[in-house]
């Protein structure tokens, strides 16, 4: 093989990589299902094709979705001027599910492939760990000098409140409409944080 016959082949691989990841994103922006077929169908290549650059559909999704979230400083910044962590707590769970709506196929998906195979877990983004612990970074040093137990569990609470399962069960299980699913995690967001900050003028 010629040097030039390697360098060709080389960009035709890129090409084929970029071409999948762009099928991804689109799909993953339209809100539709995503599958690997479908990513593979409208990349104009074969569902094998598409698992020879791409082992699973969560590696896949995770990198499509690399850099569409803001970082949570960036998400916050509406409330960035706040110090109520009740406030705070509310924005960013009501910003993580409407953006987990927006994008409700991808992350049905992500949620879907990772119950299936828990090893793939970590090719999620977890957002929801960044913007809970931004939130509540006004009573950190508060939580971390009176109770820092108290302050672990309270974000264990939030990463259940504060995600798309919480989102999921909702709409599917519940019944409830999509604004009405957003409302109920919010105000559940909010009780748990008002809470636990109310343990820390008890102990004043």
């Given at each position: 093989?010629?040097?030039?016959?390697?360098?060709?082949?080389?960009?035709?691989?890129?090409?084929?990589?970029?071409?999948?990841?762009?099928?991804?994103?689109?799909?993953?922006?339209?809100?539709?299902?995503?599958?690997?077929?479908?990513?593979?169908?409208?990349?104009?290549?074969?569902?094998?094709?598409?698992?020879?650059?791409?082992?699973?559909?969560?590696?896949?999704i995770?990198?499509?979705?690399?850099?569409?979230?803001?970082?949570?400083?960036?998400?916050?910044?509406?409330?960035?001027?706040?110090?109520?962590p009740?406030?705070?707590?509310?924005?960013?769970?009501?910003?993580?599910?409407?953006?987990?709506?927006?994008?409700?196929?991808?992350?049905?998906?992500m949620?879907?492939?990772?119950?299936?195979?828990p090893?793939?877990?970590?090719?999620?983004?977890?957002?929801?760990?960044?913007?809970?612990?931004?939130?509540?970074a006004?009573?950190?040093?508060?939580?971390?000098?009176a109770?820092?137990e108290?302050?672990?569990?309270?974000?264990?609470?939030l990463?259940?409140?504060?995600?798309?399962?919480?989102?999921?069960?909702?709409?599917?299980?519940?019944?409830?409409?999509?604004?009405?699913a957003?409302?109920?995690?919010?105000?559940?967001?909010?009780?748990?944080?008002?809470?636990?900050?109310?343990?820390l003028?008890?102990?004043?």
């Amino acid at each position: 093989m010629t040097a030039q016959a390697g360098t060709g082949r080389s960009n035709q691989k890129k090409r084929t990589r970029a071409a999948i990841l762009v099928a991804a994103r689109d799909l993953v922006g339209s809100g539709r299902e995503v599958t690997m077929p479908e990513i593979a169908r409208a990349a104009l290549v074969s569902e094998a094709t598409a698992y020879r650059y791409f082992p699973d559909l969560p590696s896949l999704i995770g990198e499509a979705l690399a850099g569409a979230w803001p970082e949570p400083a960036d998400a916050l910044r509406p409330v960035a001027g706040s110090d109520d962590p009740v406030e705070r707590v509310a924005f960013a769970c009501e910003f993580l599910l409407r953006g987990t709506l927006a994008r409700q196929g991808a992350v049905r998906a992500m949620i879907a492939a990772t119950v299936i195979r828990p090893e793939t877990a970590a090719a999620r983004p977890g957002i929801r760990f960044g913007l809970i612990d931004h939130a509540l970074a006004p009573v950190r040093a508060a939580f971390l000098a009176a109770d820092p137990e108290r302050l672990a569990q309270l974000e264990r609470d939030l990463a259940v409140a504060v995600s798309a399962e919480a989102l999921f069960c909702l709409t599917d299980l519940c019944g409830l409409a999509p604004e009405e699913a957003v409302a109920s995690a919010v105000r559940t967001a909010s009780t748990l944080t008002a809470a636990a900050v109310r343990t820390l003028t008890d102990r004043d």
